[in-house]
């Protein structure tokens, strides 16, 4: 689905975007910036931090929810922004799926995935980009 961006939408593309900027990136070349939208207006951003031993490397995203996290952000989670080099459309990664729907169900949230190109942006809930997802109730 590809769609219009709203104002606030494009200021959230924005932060990742300079987001993308402070990647660390030297194995991959693939800059990527993740942006964090919450119910009270705040925005947390993160970028990829590659590592020599590439397990150890850490999404976009993941940084972002960690610096929600330490921030003392628990829920609210309203929609979300990744962007990456080129033309094509990126989606988190299924840990980076994962992880955002931990913060999502803190929440109660389904929130929307602003999945951004060079030239397009395509939106989908978090739900379809990870169907049936495990989180805190199910450890209930």
């Not at 829920?75 to 033309?87: F, I, M, Q, S, Y």
């Not at 990870?130 to 989180?135: E, K, S, T």
Request: glycine residues 10%; charged residues 20%.
């Amino acid at each position: 689905m590809v769609s219009s961006t709203t104002p606030a939408d494009d200021a959230l593309i924005a932060a990742a975007r300079a987001a993308a900027r402070n990647s660390y990136s030297p194995y991959s070349n693939f800059a990527v910036g993740a942006a964090l939208r919450f119910a009270d207006g705040s925005v947390a951003t993160g970028a990829n931090v590659e590592n020599a031993s590439y397990g150890l490397a850490l999404c976009a995203e993941t940084v972002a929810v960690g610096k929600a996290m330490a921030d003392g952000i628990r829920g609210g989670l309203e929609k979300v922004a990744v962007t990456g080099p080129g033309d094509e459309v990126i989606t988190p990664c299924g840990r980076c799926r994962q992880v955002l729907n931990e913060l999502a169900q803190l929440g109660g949230t389904d929130p929307e995935v602003l999945c951004v190109a060079a030239n397009e942006v395509r939106r989908v809930k978090l739900s379809e980009l990870l169907p049936h997802a495990f989180g805190p109730a199910n450890l209930a």
